[in-house]
C-alpha cells in the first residue's frame, strides 16, 4: 500500500523533530557528566563538593532520557528479540513491528495523561529541590513532550508499517 506525499512528509517531520529531540537530550546528558565530573574534581582538588550535584543529575538524567524515547522508536533502535523473528516472513515482521508502534502509542498516551497530573499536582503543591530550590514541575515539561512526540512516533512507525515498512528500513526508504 502506498502511502500518500502528505503522510511522508509527516513521518519525515516527526523523525526530524525526534532527532533533533534526542541531540537536545544527549546535551543536557553532556550537561550532567560535566557537572558530575566537576563535582569529583572539586572533591579531589579542594576536599569541596559541588552542592546540589545530586539533585542536578537526577532532574537531568531523567529528562534526558526522556528525550531518546522518541528518537528510539521512530528509528527502531528500541530492544528488539530478534532471535524471535529470525524465521519470521517479511510480512510478520512488518506486523509486528506496527503491533509494537501500536503498543508504544498506547504506552505513551497514558503516561502522557498520567503524568500531566503530576504536573498539575507538582505546580499545586510547588515541590521544589532541596538545594537549589528549583520547582520540580520544570522537569516535566520537557519530559510531557518528549512524550506527546514519543505517541506521534508511533503513529510515523503505523504509517510506514502500512506501507510496509519498519522503522530499521525508514531511513533509506
Not at 59 to 77: H, I
Not at 97 to 118: D, K, N, T, Y
Not at 144 to 164: E, M, P
Request: proline letters at 4%; charged letters at 10%; aromatic letters at 10%.
Amino acid at each position: 500500500m502506498a502511502t500518500t506525499p502528505k503522510r511522508q512528509a509527516a513521518v519525515r517531520i516527526i523523525r526530524d523533530l525526534a532527532r533533533y529531540w534526542a541531540l537536545l537530550g544527549g546535551l543536557i546528558i553532556l550537561g550532567v557528566v560535566a557537572v558530575n565530573v566537576y563535582s569529583v574534581a572539586q572533591i579531589m582538588l579542594f576536599d569541596r563538593p559541588f552542592p546540589g550535584v545530586y539533585e542536578i543529575v537526577q532532574v537531568g538524567t531523567a529528562v534526558g532520557m526522556f528525550m531518546f524515547l522518541p528518537y528510539c522508536q521512530v528509528s527502531g533502535a528500541n530492544v528488539t528479540a530478534d532471535i524471535f523473528t529470525a524465521g519470521m516472513g517479511r510480512r510478520a515482521i512488518v506486523a509486528l513491528a506496527g503491533l509494537g508502534a501500536l503498543c508504544a502509542v498506547a504506552f505513551a498516551a497514558i503516561l502522557l495523561w498520567r503524568m500531566s497530573f503530576g504536573l498539575i499536582d507538582q505546580m499545586t503543591y510547588r515541590e521544589t529541590t532541596a538545594i537549589y530550590q528549583f520547582p520540580l514541575w520544570y522537569a516535566f515539561l520537557p519530559i510531557l513532550v518528549s512524550l506527546a512526540l514519543l505517541a506521534l512516533a508511533g503513529v510515523a512507525n503505523l504509517i510506514q508499517a502500512s506501507c510496509g515498512i519498519i522503522p530499521e528500513e525508514a531511513e533509506s526508504a
